[in-house]
């Protein structure tokens, strides 16, 4: 059975990630810089990169910039640590086809702010964003 702490702790990465979410889709850098910690790792296998803070508010301000940027079928589930968060990103692409690039991250938290972003996105539907 679940204590309190651990409903409230659960809620809290929920939240995080929502916020996220709002923060990245509406195109507010400033927002996921403070939900971001400032040793923050982002992993990502379109290129098995690790960015620091500075380089993952970079790909940020690039999803900004896209026309119609959204998230669809999203799906956040807690962890103990954080959380796993599903969606499928959709916006506009460069030609004006639409695109729709299924992710996953895995996130981890500790106090508010999130340490470790592991990305898994689909390659192939991410190609017409990376020119």
Excluded at 5 to 25: F, G, M, P, Y
Excluded at 29 to 43: E, S
């Amino acid at each position: 059975m679940s204590t309190p702490s651990t409903i409230a702790s659960a809620q809290d990465h929920v939240n995080i990630a929502r916020r996220l979410i709002e923060c990245v889709t509406s195109g507010d850098a400033d927002g996921v810089a403070g939900l971001y910690h400032d040793d923050i790792a982002c992993w990502r296998n379109l290129d098995g990169r690790e960015l620091v803070k500075k380089q993952a508010l970079s790909v940020v301000r690039f999803l900004g910039t896209l026309r119609d940027l959204r998230y669809e079928d999203v799906r956040i589930d807690p962890t103990p640590d954080g959380f796993v968060q599903q969606h499928v990103l959709c916006c506009t692409g460069p030609k004006g086809e639409a695109v729709r690039v299924p992710a996953c991250l895995v996130a981890k938290v500790e106090g508010s702010r999130i340490v470790r972003i592991d990305e898994y996105a689909d390659s192939a539907a991410m190609a017409p964003l990376m020119g």
